[in-house]
């Protein structure tokens, strides 16, 4: 089994549409990260949690919503997709202290028509 | 300006030529990663190193910590070392910065 596991893979949804990107680790890491990733940008920080009960925002947080049910569950939300926020997003984890790396999940690519 | 820079963008090469992807940054950092993406959009952490350099397999990493600069050679390049490669910098206050992402595609 993954150790840091997104659902849903790939996901079509229409414009106005609430929708929740999960995810779920195995690593025992206390922090967690959601990104978008678009053609041609580098992966953008949208909200991260160092703890339950700790959310912050990243760069790019508006028209996104977190919660951080469990220190292995972290969840994403669009309250009302758009079509510009059609982008491959992921989830990642890290230990107390990024000097010891990221763990990504697979991804889950959303389509907003 | 981008605070991370990688070159080139793409890049194309023979199967068994030698490669090096370079990332220059411009912020203090704590430690420099390279990540691979392959096609599927999987991403997986090749390296992290504040200093020196990391061997593992045929994938080389190098960091210049005074000119702020690190390298990722991969010799013996094969098909399968196709993808895109990511270069992303950590700061003292634990955030990651990314770079765009070097395509390579080598030819059979």
């Known amino acids: 089994d993954a150790d840091v596991t997104q659902t849903p893979r790939n996901r079509i949804t229409k414009t106005g549409k609430r929708i929740m990107l999960e995810c779920s680790q195995t690593?025992?890491?206390?922090?967690m990260y959601w990104y978008r990733q678009d053609p041609g940008l580098g992966l953008r920080l949208i909200y991260y949690?160092?703890?339950?009960?700790?959310?912050n925002k990243g760069e790019i947080s508006d028209g996104y919503s977190v919660s951080r049910q469990a220190q292995a569950k972290f969840s994403l939300s669009l309250e009302s997709a758009i079509p510009n926020q059609t982008a491959l997003y992921f989830c990642?984890?890290?230990?107390?202290?990024?000097?010891?790396?990221?763990?990504f999940g697979s991804g889950t690519r959303l389509t907003v028509v | 300006k981008n605070e991370v820079e990688q070159s080139p963008q793409n890049l194309t090469a023979q199967e068994g030529e030698f490669i090096t992807i370079n990332c220059s940054y411009s912020v203090g950092i704590s430690a420099l990663h390279w990540l691979q993406q392959h096609p599927g959009g999987g991403i997986v952490s090749l390296f992290m190193?504040?200093?020196g350099k990391k061997k593992h397999g045929r994938l080389i990493a190098t960091i210049n910590i005074q000119e702020k600069h690190s390298s990722l050679h991969i010799t013996a390049s094969h098909p399968r070392d196709s993808a895109v490669y990511i270069c992303a910098v950590s700061g003292g206050d634990d955030k990651i910065i990314f770079g765009k992402g070097t395509r390579l595609h080598i030819l059979p």
């Open positions: 990642a984890t890290s230990d107390a202290t990024v000097l010891r790396g990221y763990t």
């Open positions: 190193l504040s200093s």
């Open positions: 949690s160092f703890d339950v009960k700790d959310i």
């Open positions: 690593k025992g890491h206390d922090r």
